[in-house]
């Protein structure tokens, strides 16, 4: 079972879609402007914090081919799934391709022990 007072943890990971390369350079600092920053702003008044943001930088045979991703610290889930539920109401999913992969936070022994019983 969950335990909903842990730490909450999403990182979204995404690739900007023609829907969004077609658009001018004006309208996307226009659409960032309206709908993203006041959601991210919002979020964190919530009590979320963005650990870090990144552009795909990595080179080796793993990597995924997708160009950015942000990691959330959320205080639970209800306000990660929020977050998720604002987003696509902002419109982001109709510019981005996005994939999530989010859970509570939890010490690396624990998520070995977890990957042994799997």
């Known amino acids: ?38 959601l991210l702003m919002g979020m964190v008044e919530k009590g979320a914090e963005i650990l870090g943001c990144a552009v795909n930088g990595n080179t080796g045979a793993e990597r995924m081919n997708y160009q950015f991703m942000a990691v959330w610290k959320l205080p639970n889930k209800a306000l990660s799934d929020q977050l998720e539920a604002a987003a696509k109401k902002a419109g982001f999913l109709d510019y981005f391709d996005q994939v999530n992969f989010s859970g509570n936070m939890i010490p690396p022994p624990v998520l070995n022990e977890s990957m042994v019983n799997v």
């Open 1 to 38: 079972m969950e335990n909903q007072n842990a730490t909450y943890i999403l990182t979204e990971i995404w690739n900007a879609k023609p829907s969004w390369l077609n658009l001018t350079e004006s309208q996307r600092r226009e659409y960032f402007d309206k709908k993203i920053n006041p």
